[in-house]
């Protein structure tokens, strides 16, 4: 897979299952938020009655549609969602790291208590980066942190410990 002139090396896929699930969930409350507002009278009262008289709905609509489209976006790139070229990280179309500023990758619980894979990136701040939720991810998640952590030990020229699968 080529990405500009530089060789793109795949380091985790994304499974399909919750993609399609997110994606169904999505559909659904979309059409339910849909049913519930007041189409009622002419086309410029019922704009102005989605608008001004019903606007947390609305609110729901706009966000129930930003969550669609990202799930669209995940599952575009669920082949290749993190992927490195040596030099940049990226994971989906979305975010980027320096390889060389990547110190590790660990597993951590969120708020709501789903696991993922974060990155510890050596930028002067304490905040992790997450990668991908564990429950996204199609393999092990000891094989995409080992992957990450090769790559970021080949692209600062450290020799850190890694584990072969």
Known sequence: MMDGDRKM????????????????????LFGVLLVRLDWG????????NMVFGQPLLLLGIAAVLGVWATMI???????????????????????????????????????????????????????T???VKLYMLEGPPEVARDGVMFAAARASGTMRPVTVH
């Open 129 to 131: 980066r997450e990668l």
């Open 41 to 48: 009278g002419d086309p410029v009262d019922a704009f102005w």
């Open 73 to 127: 976006g995940m599952w575009r790139r669920r082949g290749d969602y993190l992927r490195h070229d040596g030099v940049t990280l990226y994971r989906g179309g979305s975010a980027q790291w320096p390889l060389a500023l990547v110190r590790d990758v660990v597993v951590a619980r969120g708020n709501i208590g789903f696991e993922s894979l974060r990155l510890v990136v050596d930028d002067d701040s304490e905040v």
């Open 9 to 28: 090396v795949v380091v985790a896929r994304l499974r399909t299952a919750p993609l399609v699930g997110w994606q169904f969930a999505c559909a659904v």
